[in-house]
């Protein structure tokens, strides 16, 4: 049975001429659903909003989004409780060439994916992490969207796909830490959180700027600055950060290790009390 949605449509397939295809020229979200709503709704709506007014295409109607998860979650037998739905949108089918002059309009499409959260005991013990030897190109016009360009992604996730580790952390030409593979870093020093600006390359991930706001609004700021590999082993704590699963403590990364610190657990508490249940310990 077609799992993806198109226009009110089920499909299984699209034309080989799409653009999303052909060039990986679109973007797309992918949204915690708990309790059958859409988690940081509006902040994917955002991003997405961001990412076709750099692409220069066309952002589908808010009510059209809406209505596409809908949709989706009730074409599925997805549990609801706990699931995701992923939203791609891309520039549409078109000839061939990188011009889009002849593209038609985006092409949208919405599947709901049954989901789980990580075993409890890594929300209170920490998870592994280690670094990644590919590194993220700097200096990109789509740095901090979720454009479906991920082959960087792809490359870094396969370094520790037989390992026991949970995440990967990414590095620019530079060795600053950027994010990890799919999701945020933050690192704490001296009781004070700090997460690295990805105006250069990264993904603006929306439970990061949640965390950002949320802390903001408890008094405690979050500083935007670059940080360095050669720095890692100086943090007090590590967490990170990612629409599906919240925020997890970081145990250890190589040969370095940290304890799930006083002020990660004050993270998860508050983040716990925000809209993120499953970081409550």
């Known amino acids: ?25 679109g973007l797309f979200e992918t949204i915690a659903v708990r309790d059958g709503k859409p988690r940081l709704w509006r902040y994917h709506l955002d991003r997405l909003a961001r990412g076709c007014e750099v692409l220069g295409m066309e952002m589908p109607s808010e009510s059209a989004l809406s209505d596409g998860v809908i949709q989706a979650l009730r074409n599925s037998e997805t549990p609801t409780a706990h699931a995701v739905v992923k939203i791609i949108v891309s520039a549409g089918s078109g000839r061939r060439g990188y011009e ?6 985006p092409t949208v499409l919405f599947r709901a ?4 959260p990580p075993a409890p005991e890594l929300y209170g013990n920490g998870i592994d992490t280690v670094i990644c030897r590919t590194r993220l190109a700097t200096g990109s016009a789509t740095a901090g969207l979720k454009t479906l360009n991920r082959l960087e992604q792809v490359l870094a996730r396969s370094e520790f796909s037989e390992s026991d580790a949970f995440e990967g952390l990414t590095l620019d030409a530079e060795d600053s830490i950027i994010c990890g593979t799919m999701s945020n870093v933050f690192f704490v020093n001296d009781k004070c959180i700090s997460t690295p600006p990805l105006d250069r390359c990264g993904v603006e991930g929306v439970m990061r700027r949640h965390v950002i706001e949320i802390l903001g609004q408890q008094g405690i ?41 006083e002020v990660t657990q004050n993270v998860m508490t508050i983040m716990a009390n925000n809209q993120v249940p499953e970081c409550r310990r």
């Open 113 to 116: 994916f049954s989901s789980a």
């Open 1 to 25: 049975m077609p799992e993806w949605i198109n226009q009110g449509e089920a499909i299984d397939r699209i034309s080989i001429s799409d653009r999303g295809f052909q060039y990986g020229d």
């Open 221 to 261: 700021t979050v500083a935007l600055q670059p940080y360095s590999l050669s720095r890692l082993a100086d943090a007090d704590e590590v967490f990170l950060s990612n629409s599906q699963f919240g925020v997890l403590p970081v145990k250890r990364c190589s040969a370095m290790k940290w304890p799930v610190g």
């Open 100 to 105: 889009r002059a002849f593209a038609d309009s």
